[in-house]
């Protein structure tokens, strides 16, 4: 038996069905890993290793009634602003450094129901507001691939704990690029599902209208199995949609010839790399070989969608943030005489730099004067892309992209300039103002042996033909990450 740590979902369901492997074991394999490696790596904010080993032994006890399900026995990480019952669940923050939920977030409940073990709660940017995960209150997470870089923003960890075997699968949040962008910048799988495809029940929200949790796991059929675990309609969740949910794996396998795919020019704009366009078009040039027909196609609204996320996604974060007061829960400062000091002081104490920031930069789109100016211009503009995504889809199957304009940049390198930092969720952000789905995943290295993302994105609810597509494109050219080796 290969190390443990180094399996695939796949391959870890297939030995637990054989018996060649126990739950309890497996669990064991990843707590040993994370004891050993993640002082370096940073990933785990908290780690719950008897939890994690009361649900193996529960998922050992389900297969031997022969009720077990695609992912019972096999153990998670899960990005700290997903609600776990009794488990911490901080957002990376002092406002909630000490904050247990009394619920599960829906997607735990379809994890739970199968006795996934959870191995912990992993690091993150402060509320899911970042692109580097050094915006934590607690850590600042490395990349495994490199351990001076950063593994990406805001579910750093997530993609981290995968990279490095610490984790065999990891539920993120995708708001701007939060998923998608760790995935390439560690070497992984990410999928941003359809907004409304997973429910948001219990996911602490930054920006509601644009939020959606995910999967990062080694490879693209892995990503599909973990998602057919999490999607589904939730009447709690005013955003889910109501419709049959497929079996995200079905057409893995069949390949991509006659598949048209779109490659956007303005993709390839403001600052991408010469390295990472390079590795995008050899992309197409491999997708050309297995019988797509690659076409080039515009999208004029590219060009202000980070401008429009920016505005929206603060005024929605400026709202979402003002329940967290210092009275109901959460941090609460000590030093006030009245209530308005101890709004002021908690505030101001229980929330980082970013946050603060963006809360400011959201308060003022959403003031008298200004929110004609801002917020509902950003609104008509989002109107724009979406247009144009529905135009771009009557004439192609998937759009062919980057994730990042450059590969992991060095920890420290852009925190003392926002707007650098804001700039590297160009090619991201408009998936999410679209609500359309993307996944994220390796199509090359750097020059220094960084790994270089591009990412599938396809119409509203197209997650099969685009989990399709990426499958073939890893069977054409091997999962980085894992013939590579990670951590």
């Known amino acids: 038996m290969s190390d443990i740590t180094a399996m695939t979902l796949g391959e870890l369901r297939r030995a637990l069905d054989a018996g060649e492997l126990s739950s309890a074991e497996i669990t064991e394999s990843y707590l040993a890993a994370i004891e050993k490696n993640d002082e370096k790596v ?17 998922a050992d006890a389900l297969r031997a009634e022969g009720k077990a399900g695609p992912l019972t026995g096999i153990p998670a990480a899960i990005k700290d602003n997903i609600c776990t019952k009794g488990l911490r669940t901080t957002c990376a923050s002092k406002m909630l450094g000490n904050f247990v939920p009394p619920y599960d977030a829906h997607v735990m409940e379809g994890l739970n129901a199968q006795a996934v073990p959870v191995l912990g709660k992993v690091n993150m940017d402060e509320f899911a507001m970042g692109s580097s995960t050094e915006n934590s209150a607690f ?75 995910g999967p990062l796991t080694k490879t693209v059929a892995d990503n599909a199995l973990a998602l057919n675990s999490i999607a589904g309609y939730d009447r709690r969740d005013a955003t889910s949609v109501d419709r049959e949910t497929p079996d995200f794996t079905a057409e893995i396998g069949k390949g991509v010839k006659g598949m048209k795919i779109a490659l956007l020019k303005e993709s390839f704009a403001k600052g991408v790399s010469g390295e ?42 400026s709202s979402n943030l003002a329940r967290f007061d210092g009275v109901r829960y959460g941090y609460r400062s000590e030093n006030y005489s009245d209530i308005t000091e101890l709004y002021l002081n908690s505030r101001s104490e229980g929330f980082g730099a970013e946050v603060k920031r963006r809360i400011m930069l959201g308060t003022f789109a959403l003031s008298s004067g200004y929110y004609d100016a801002y917020y509902k ?25 980057p994730v990042a304009p450059t590969v992991a940049y060095k920890i420290g390198e852009k925190t003392s300039d926002p707007l650098e930092m804001y700039m590297g969720d160009v090619c991201t952000v408009p998936v999410n103002i679209g609500g359309v789905p993307a996944l994220s995943m390796s199509c090359g290295e750097s020059s220094e042996g960084l790994p270089i993302g591009m990412q599938l994105i396809g119409p509203a609810f197209s997650e099969t033909t685009i989990y399709r597509a990426g499958a073939a494109f890893e069977a054409a050219e091997g999962a980085y990450a894992l013939e590579r080796g990670a951590f």
């Open 42 to 58: 940073g990933g785990y904010i908290t780690v719950s290793a008897e939890k994690a080993r009361a649900a193996a032994k529960r």
């Open 377 to 401: 211009k950003a609104l008509q503009v989002r109107t724009l892309v979406m247009n144009d995504y529905r135009s771009v889809f009557d004439r192609c199957d998937l759009i062919l992209a």
């Open 139 to 213: 850590m600042t997470t490395h990349n495994p691939r490199s351990l001076d870089r950063v593994p990406g923003g805001s579910s750093g960890g997530s993609a981290a704990v995968v990279a490095a075997g610490e984790a065999p699968f990891a539920l993120g949040s995708d708001t701007g690029g939060s998923i998608r962008q760790p995935a390439a910048f560690c070497g992984v799988v990410g999928m941003k599902p359809t907004y409304g495809r997973v429910s948001r029940y219990g996911l602490v929200a930054f920006a509601s209208s644009l939020d959606q949790i």
């Open 276 to 317: 990472v366009k390079s590795a995008v078009m050899n992309a197409a040039k491999v997708y050309e070989g297995l019988g797509a027909e690659i076409t080039e196609l515009s999208m004029p609204s590219l060009e202000y969608a980070l401008a429009a996320y920016y505005v929206i996604s603060s005024a929605e974060a």
